[in-house]
């Protein structure tokens, strides 16, 4: 069963229209008349889109549908479109601990403070957090940088102590990163 639900907000015509089409476009539909209604549904939906003439400033995941007439065909295709934008951006964010990464954006979120990351920082705590070991340096240079182990370099050490840096500084945590004998650990 699909589990995508398009919640269609004030908006009667096209419920009724989408309601009849219901299992010939494999969603559920759902008609939504207040605002109050529409906040408790949601709470209990994982993957939905608002179909609405007017943009609804307390929620997400919406589609404003402001070109009116519209094909059927063409509302079916958008609302695939976005629901596959929302899978993309569910996709891109890994939880960490307390931490959410957001792959994409290169972003690190707690608590709604945010850190900036560049690509390497974060492909460095996406290959530690992958593994419950310590990760020795000359897997982190040959996995995440891509050198050779013949080259003799720094660069993961000082890349790793400037994340933890960063890390500490916006989120007060020193143990984010730990080291131990045998390489770094996300702890």
């Excluded at 989408?18 to 709470?43: H, M, Q, W, Y």
């Excluded at 020795?136 to 994340?163: A, C, F, M, P």
């Amino acid at each position: 069963m699909n589990n995508q639900n398009i919640i269609v907000y004030r908006f009667s015509i096209l419920y009724k229209i989408l309601k009849e089409l219901e299992k010939d476009i494999n969603f559920r539909i759902l008609e939504i008349l207040d605002e109050k209604s529409l906040s408790n549904e949601i709470k209990n939906l994982n993957k939905y889109l608002i179909i609405t003439k007017k943009q609804i400033l307390k929620h997400n995941n919406q589609f404003i549908l402001t070109q009116i007439p519209i094909k059927i065909s063409k509302i079916i295709e958008k609302i695939n479109i976005e629901f596959l934008k929302l899978q993309f951006v569910e996709q891109s964010q890994v939880m960490i601990n307390r931490y959410t990464i957001d792959i994409n954006a290169r972003e690190m979120f707690s608590n709604n403070v945010k850190l900036k990351l560049t690509e390497k920082e974060v492909n460095t705590i996406i290959y530690l957090s992958k593994v419950n070991k310590p990760i020795s340096i000359n897997e982190l240079q040959t996995k995440v940088w891509g050198y050779h182990l013949d080259i003799e370099t720094h660069t993961v050490e000082t890349h790793i102590y400037r994340l933890r840096k960063k890390i500490s500084k916006i989120f007060f945590d020193d143990n984010f990163i730990i080291s131990k004998n045998d390489g770094y650990q996300i702890n």
